[in-house]
């Protein structure tokens, strides 16, 4: 069974960073991508950036360049690094983790979810 717990949410600026984080609890199992999805009220959950077990990664347009998904293997932490925020990045951010294999970009693959952390740009 696999845990997640996410952090790191608040209120910036436009222009300004933040940096999401999430704690991975997990059992002996292999995970297939670990990803971070954000929403908006009355949107569907949308994909932001993945991180694989093999350590490659992938970002939606709207955020490359900007965002940076990376691990801390050793702490089995995922963290999401936000530059240069735009009102169109508010949204409830999820960490979520697979052992599927598949398009990463998509949510109906993922097992895991954790709460949500909101972000808010203003």
């Known amino acids: 069974h696999v845990q997640l717990v996410e952090s790191g949410g608040g209120s910036v600026q436009v222009g300004e960073s933040l940096r999401l984080s999430c704690v991975v609890s997990?059992?002996?199992?292999?995970?297939?991508?670990m990803s971070w999805f954000r929403q908006v009220p009355g949107k569907e959950r949308e994909a932001v950036a993945a991180?694989?077990?093999?350590?490659?990664?992938g970002y939606a347009d709207s955020v490359k360049g900007r965002f940076t998904i990376y691990r801390d293997k050793g702490k089995d932490q995922l963290y999401l690094q936000m530059n240069n925020m735009t009102h169109k990045d508010t949204a409830m951010y999820y960490c979520a983790a697979t052992t599927r294999s598949g398009v990463w970009a998509k949510a109906s693959i993922y097992e895991y979810w954790g709460q949500g952390t909101q972000v808010t740009v203003s």
């Open positions: 991180i694989s077990g093999g350590d490659v990664t």
């Open positions: 997990r059992g002996p199992i292999s995970i297939a991508y």
